[in-house]
Antibody, heavy 122, light 110 residues
Framework: QVQLVQSGAEVKQPGASVKISCKAS????????MQWVRQAPGQSLEWMGW????????ENSEKFQDRVTITRDTSASATYMELSGLTSEDTAVYYC????????????????WGQGTTVIVS | QSALTQPPSASGSPGQSVTISCTGT?????????VSWYQHHPGKAPKLMIS???KRPSGVPDRFSGSKSGNTASLTVSGLQAEDEADYYC??????????FGGGTKLTVL
């Protein structure tokens, strides 16, 4: 079955960086896009960026423009999201989510989600 | 890009219907048919309930439906059940290939 498995929880000091992995299985990794979303405590979902797993093209939210890097490793069927310059406001649960894509058309949705990775900045 | 506007809360009794709105602009909700709705139970990953305004993914009960008029999209849950109690988020494609989420609506089944 289609599945996304994320790396484990992290505790980081302010100013550090965190890199979260998201390993895909059950589908053709390079045929889809991967979105990254986070949710801070008591807050709404917040979009961070996406990567085309087929050609490595990315787009990031302006809010994180200089701090977020999304990459992929096709040999591992994995995507990675690295966030630098961490502050307490980056304490959140981070999710990767597959975007449905077919016949050259994007659906701009998130149809399969990872289990979430908790990042605590303290 | 500003977040989409959702009411913070909604409620209904079992068996009733409830509608949650999601208001954006012509640069997101109003300009494209790429509105999605997600159900989020605390401690779990969000679940896609509606895609592209009104498409229901396989496995989602037909009690859930979506629509759009102008810059406002809506999610209607008919025949409310206890397990529908959750947070609901809308999202939309927005100009320049980005995604924007709503602030979320907490649905309470009375």
């Amino acid at each position: 079955q289609v599945q996304l498995v994320q790396s484990g929880a992290e505790v980081k000091q302010p100013g550090a960086s965190v890199k979260i992995s998201c390993k895909a299985s059950g589908y053709t990794f390079t045929g889809y896009f991967m979105q990254w979303v986070r949710q801070a405590p008591g807050q709404s979902l917040e979009w961070m960026g996406w990567i085309n797993a087929g050609n490595d093209i990315t787009e990031n939210s302006e809010k994180f423009q200089d701090r977020v890097t999304i990459t992929r490793d096709t040999s591992a069927s994995a995507t990675y999201m690295e966030l630098s310059g961490l502050t307490s406001e980056d304490t959140a649960v981070y999710y990767c989510a597959r975007e449905w894509y077919s016949s050259g058309r994007r659906a701009w949705n998130m149809d399969v989600w990872g289990q979430g990775t908790t990042v605590i900045v303290s | 890009q500003s977040a989409l506007t959702q009411p913070p809360s909604a409620s209904g009794s079992p068996g009733q219907s409830v509608t949650i709105s999601c208001t954006g602009t012509s640069s997101d909700v109003g300009g494209y048919n790429y509105v999605s709705w997600y159900q989020h139970h605390p401690g779990k990953a969000p679940k896609l309930m509606i895609s592209e305004v009104n498409k229901r993914p396989s496995g989602v009960p037909d009690r859930f439906s979506g629509s759009k008029s102008g810059n406002t999209a809506s999610l209607t849950v008919s025949g409310l059940q206890a397990e529908d109690e959750a947070d609901y988020y809308c999202s939309s494609y927005a100009v320049s290939n980005i995604v924007v989420f709503g602030g979320g609506t907490k649905l309470t089944v009375l």
